[in-house]
Nanobody
């Protein structure tokens, strides 16, 4: 499965961005997709994920109430709507997919996108 992430960019604090991630192979049965981020000098951290079948979602405490994850099953695409962005949200955002896992542990995801840079200026 190839994941293609897009939608990053430069935005002022308080602004919004929407990230997209499309999975290339429909023959693979996806169980969940997630978003992670990595800021300069920091470890990759969980942001949000969604169960592909049930639609259940989870979020890191740092983004709850500001970010929203959604999916389009027909397009094999996951979205991350990011509102009220803060400078501390600046990072490379990665999408990930798993055929069996639904959780916040990055090593459990089998497939990864190339990352898209989000920069929030103060």
């Amino acid at each position: 499965v190839q994941l293609q992430a897009s939608g990053g960019g430069l935005v002022q604090a308080g602004g919004s961005l929407r990230l997209s991630c499309a999975a290339s192979r429909r023959s693979i049965r996806i169980n969940s997709m997630g978003w992670f981020r990595q800021a300069p000098g920091k470890e990759r951290e969980f942001v949000s994920n969604i169960n592909w079948n049930s639609g259940s979602t989870s979020y890191a405490d740092s983004v709850k109430g500001r970010f929203a994850i959604s999916r389009d099953n027909a397009k094999n695409t996951v979205y991350l709507q990011m509102n009220s962005l803060k400078p501390e949200d600046t990072a490379v955002y990665y999408c990930a997919a798993s055929t069996w896992y639904y959780g916040s542990s990055a090593p459990m995801y089998e497939f990864w996108g190339q990352g898209t840079l989000v920069t929030v200026s103060s």
